[in-house]
């Protein structure tokens, strides 16, 4: 039953830094979403996809990529990080409710 | 732009006491609400509300949905400090290429002392 993995759990990085945030779901849903969550701000959709091949913008997309080749997979990409950019990051799938990953700690130095 | 508004944003109770989260919300196409409870870690799903008027209950946590007046409620009764988490409420758009996205609130902090 692994439902929604996201990798890594915990990750720092020096501003201007890229890397790559894993998310992968066994569910066969079409529907996946990448949040934020900053304190007092709840949850903000940065990227989602109905589909493969099928990807839009949600509420904060700037300083993202996302693009979804399967079904499974859905990683976000930071393009050359930036301090205001440390959160913690959740993957999800389905519609409505949808599944969580147990999300990933990100710093910016 | 789709809007979601919890009230209060945080709260602190004791053991026994019941308490009523609320949300309020602005969006173009609605589908249904949605309440989370989030620990550590990930949300982890309470309710799903589609129609007004119509009670869901699970043990001591109860929501109801008013689509008229587009707010929801979420009550938990004799709490305890188990139930101390992030309680976020989320709208799930219909239609199109938006279906199942959703607009969270920020959240209301609970907080039970024993």
């Known amino acids: 039953n692994a439902g929604v993995t996201q990798t890594p759990k915990f990750q720092v990085l020096k501003t201007g830094q890229s890397m790559t945030l894993q998310c992968a779901q066994d569910?066969?849903?079409?529907?996946m979403s990448w949040y934020r969550q900053d304190p007092g701000m709840g949850l903000r959709l940065i990227h989602y996809?109905?589909?493969?091949?099928?990807?839009d913008q949600g509420e904060v997309p700037n300083g993202y990529n996302v693009s979804r080749s399967t079904t499974e997979d859905f990683p976000l990409r930071l393009l050359s990080a930036a301090p205001s950019q440390t959160s913690v990051y959740f993957c999800?799938?389905?519609?409505?409710?949808?599944?969580f990953g147990d999300g990933t700690r990100l710093s910016i130095l | 732009e789709d809007k979601v508004v919890q009230s209060p944003l945080s709260l602190v109770v004791h053991e026994g006491d019941t308490v009523t989260l609320n949300c309020s919300y602005e969006?173009?196409?609605?589908?249904?609400l949605l309440w989370y409870k989030q620990e550590k870690k990930a949300p982890t799903f309470l309710f799903m509300l589609?129609?007004?008027?119509i009670e869901k209950k699970s043990g001591r946590l109860s929501s109801i949905l008013d689509k008229k007046e587009l707010f929801s409620i979420l009550n938990i009764t004799a709490t305890q400090t188990g139930d101390s988490a992030v309680y976020l409420c989320?709208?799930?758009?219909?239609?199109?290429?938006?279906?199942?996205?959703?607009?969270f609130g920020q959240g209301t902090i609970l907080t039970v002392h024993p």
């Open positions: 589609t129609s007004s008027g």
């Open positions: 969006v173009t196409n609605f589908r249904s």
């Open positions: 996809s109905v589909g493969a091949g099928i990807t």
């Open positions: 569910m066969n849903h079409e529907y």
């Open positions: 989320a709208v799930v758009a219909a239609g199109g290429t938006s279906y199942g996205k959703l607009t």
């Open positions: 999800a799938s389905g519609r409505g409710p949808q599944h």
